[in-house]
Every structure is written in structure tokens, then in C-alpha cells.
């Protein structure tokens, strides 16, 4: 049975950022927020399902679907330039801290400290030589990469001495506490990607395109979906809670490479190499589709060969990864370009949201119910608050 293309969502999203946001929100809260990874996951679900809608039932990617529904000409320039920008430029500025997140796996699994740089150098090339592979070829990739990771955390998290009583009332007992709303909507902004937004339909629309039957290719990508992202969700989890075990250990978490070294007196060594190599894994994953989700959106955008194996597709996704390098490897502060491409992705998030909504509205190959619908509107409004919460951070940048 196919699966689809589900596994590459989870990769995109379990990166080495959320690996630190979700510790550090058990680290500053314990076991409290634990609900919101619940809640983010069944946002992630619904919205994604409408990617998939905009990729197999529309056969169109979200970047080709702009190019075609934006007629006026400055609406189009405008929303081009957003796409890039966000996209390109996010992508590779966050391409350096998913590199770097990889390295410090590898170093927290030899419990070694030395000069990143050249290991870093060495993950790049092995990165670009995945992406070189085929779509079907790269599913795999992805979904082997994402099997081995939840099982490297969730092993690493039985190691360590969680208070299943305490975990099991943050998942299901909504609170927030004091100086808790920021993480809240850090926890949620985490698990909504909006580059997955163009990632997932580009990648939808070709893994489906030798089946007639489009209702039934979705429901296959449905399936597929509600297995791997509440196994994201539960990786997520799994590093909140193994957070929490630190949690008046330590004064706060501020570097993700920290996390393993930091676990090892309270949960032993075991659980320092599991998180190590789980790290090494969520790193390696999202140096992975960052560059294929700038790809997808910027070549759909501007109408050039959208096909995994093109030129200018892979001309895109190489410039995304060498852009990284790059920064690493000469110390540049990559701030400046993430403060620009945050302040894009501030102002995508929420219409984008609304559009792949809206395309899926109004495709005729399947009816969906209206209380569906419902709650898609309410993840385009929640949508709306994390782009909100981008530009506020943004602001305080300049």
C-alpha cells in the first residue's frame, strides 16, 4: 500500500529547531504545554490536507497555482517576490543551523568537541548527494530517516526518568502558565511550516501522477498522513518530556547541541547517544527539505522546469545548500537575511493558508463536509497569529 508523500512533512518540521524549542519548553515548564503538541499536529494534519488537496486533486503546485489564479500583474510580481524571498532566502539562511544541529548530533554521540566546520563541509555533500535521487527514491530516504529517528528518541526517552503521570496531564489538560503564551505559539509555529505548504503539494502532485483515480490518490496521501504526522508529534513530544526532566536542573537551554550532553546525568549515557543521533537525524532531514521546498515554490513561481531532476531545479536547491555552507564555513552573521525572510514568511503564512483553503473549495473531484471546512478556517485564523507573532519578533530585530 502507498503511503505517500507524508514522510517528507515530518522531516521538514522535526529540524534541529524544534528539537530546541520543545526542550526548552520542558525545561522552562515541565510536562504543562505537552497539549499544544497535541493540538499543533491536528492543525498540521488538516492544513497539509488541503496541500495535498491543492497537489493531487488540483494537479497543480502551490508556486504553478499563484502563477494561475493571480492575474494582475503587480499582485503576481508581489507575490512572487514574497515566495522568493521567503523561500529562498529562509531556506538557505536556516540551512546553516540545520547543518550545524546535524554536526552537534554527531558530537554529542562521541561525546567529543572539536572545530565543525569540516564536518559540516562533509554532511553538505552527503545532503546533495541524496537530493540528486529521484522523488520515489527520496520518499524512502525520508521515510526511513523518519522511522530511525522517532525510535532513536522515543528509546532515548524510556532511558529517562519522565513523570508519566505529570506528562499525561499536560497532554490532555490545556493550561498555560505564567510567561507560557510566546512558547505556546513557538510550539505551534514549529510543527506549521510554511514552506511545507509548497514542499508538500510540489512533491504530492508527482508522487500521484500515474493515477487516474485522484479521490482515491488522496485518500492513499490521508492515510499516510495520519500515520507519520502523530509520529511527528509524538517525537516532538518525546523531547519535551525528556526536557522536562531537566527542568530545575538547569537555568534554561539556549544551544540545541547542549540537549544530549545535558540529559546524560539525569537519564545515563544511553539516552545521551540516542538523542545525539536523533538530533544528528532531524538535522540531516531538514538540511534535506529546505532546499527541496525552495525549489519547488521558487521554480513553480517563476515558471521554470519544476521536475526533480531539471537544471533549474536543481541549480535552486544547490544554491540553497551551498548558500548555507557558505555562511558557515566564512562565519557571516546570517541574521540579517533571516530577519528578511522571517518577515516574508510573517505575511505568507496566513494568505497562503487561506489560498490552498480556497483552491481545495474549489476543485470538483471530492466533497468535502462542511464542519471540515470549519476547522480549516480556524487553522487559517490560527495561521494568522503566528504570522502576527513573526512579525512582532521581526520587529524587535530592527
Not at 507575490?79 to 554529542?108: Q, R
Not at 493550561?175 to 510550539?187: F, M, Y
Not at 540579517?336 to 483553503?357: E, H, K, S, Y
Not at 463536509?369 to 480556524?378: E, I
Amino acid at each position: 500500500m502507498r503511503t505517500g508523500t507524508s514522510s517528507i512533512v515530518v522531516a521538514a518540521f522535526v529540524g534541529p529547531g524544534t528539537v530546541l524549542t520543545c526542550a526548552s519548553a520542558g525545561v522552562d515548564f515541565g510536562y504543562a504545554l505537552g497539549w499544544v503538541l497535541v493540538f499543533a499536529t491536528v492543525a498540521a494534519f488538516v492544513l497539509q490536507s488541503y496541500t495535498a488537496g491543492t497537489g493531487i486533486l488540483a494537479r497543480r503546485g502551490l508556486g504553478e497555482a499563484i502563477r494561475a489564479e493571480l492575474s494582475a500583474p503587480r499582485v503576481r510580481r508581489a507575490a512572487t517576490g514574497l515566495v522568493v524571498l521567503g523561500l529562498w532566502i529562509g531556506c538557505a539562511a536556516f540551512e546553516l543551523g540545520n547543518l550545524i544541529g546535524a554536526a552537534s548530533g554527531v558530537t554529542a554521540f562521541l561525546d567529543v568537541s572539536f572545530d565543525q566546520r569540516w564536518l559540516v563541509a562533509l554532511l553538505a555533500g552527503c545532503a546533495a548527494g541524496i537530493l540528486l535521487l529521484d522523488l520515489r527514491a527520496l520518499i524512502h530516504v525520508f521515510t526511513a530517516l523518519v522511522v530511525g529517528m522517532s525510535g532513536l528518541f522515543l528509546v532515548g526517552l524510556a532511558s529517562a526518568p519522565v513523570d508519566w503521570g505529570a506528562a499525561l496531564t499536560g497532554l490532555t489538560m490545556p493550561q498555560v502558565p505564567e510567561g507560557g503564551v510566546v512558547r505556546v505559539l513557538a510550539l505551534v509555529g514549529t510543527t506549521v511550516v510554511t514552506y511545507n505548504l509548497f514542499l508538500h503539494p510540489s512533491a504530492a502532485k508527482q508522487y500521484w501522477a500515474d493515477t487516474d483515480d485522484r479521490a482515491a490518490a488522496w485518500r492513499g496521501e490521508l492515510r499516510g498522513m495520519a500515520f507519520f504526522l502523530p509520529v511527528g508529534g509524538l517525537v516532538s513530544f518525546s523531547i519535551l518530556a525528556a526536557g522536562a526532566t531537566l527542568s530545575g536542573t538547569t537555568s534554561g537551554l539556549e544551544d540545541v547541541g547542549a540537549f544530549a550532553t545535558l540529559l546524560e546525568p539525569v537519564a545515563g549515557s544511553f539516552a545521551r547517544l540516542c538523542f545525539g543521533l536523533g538530533l544528528f537525524a532531524a538535522g540531516l532531514t531538514s538540511s534535506l527539505t529546505a532546499p527541496l521546498a525552495a525549489a519547488a515554490g521558487t521554480c513553480e513561481v517563476l515558471g521554470w522546469d519544476s521536475e526533480p531532476t531539471s537544471l533549474p531545479y536543481r541549480a535552486v536547491w544547490g544554491s540553497v545548500l551551498a548558500a548555507g555552507l557558505g555562511v558557515g564555513l566564512v562565519g557571516w552573521d546570517p541574521l540579517p537575511a533571516i530577519v528578511a525572510a522571517q518577515a516574508a514568511n510573517g505575511l505568507l503564512l496566513p494568505i497562503i493558508a487561506g489560498f490552498v483553503m480556497y483552491l481545495t473549495l474549489r476543485q470538483q473531484v471530492v466533497s468535502l463536509p462542511v464542519w471540515y471546512h470549519v476547522l480549516g478556517g480556524g487553522v487559517v485564523l490560527l495561521c494568522g497569529g503566528l504570522g502576527l507573532r513573526t512579525l512582532w519578533w521581526v520587529a524587535q530585530q530592527i
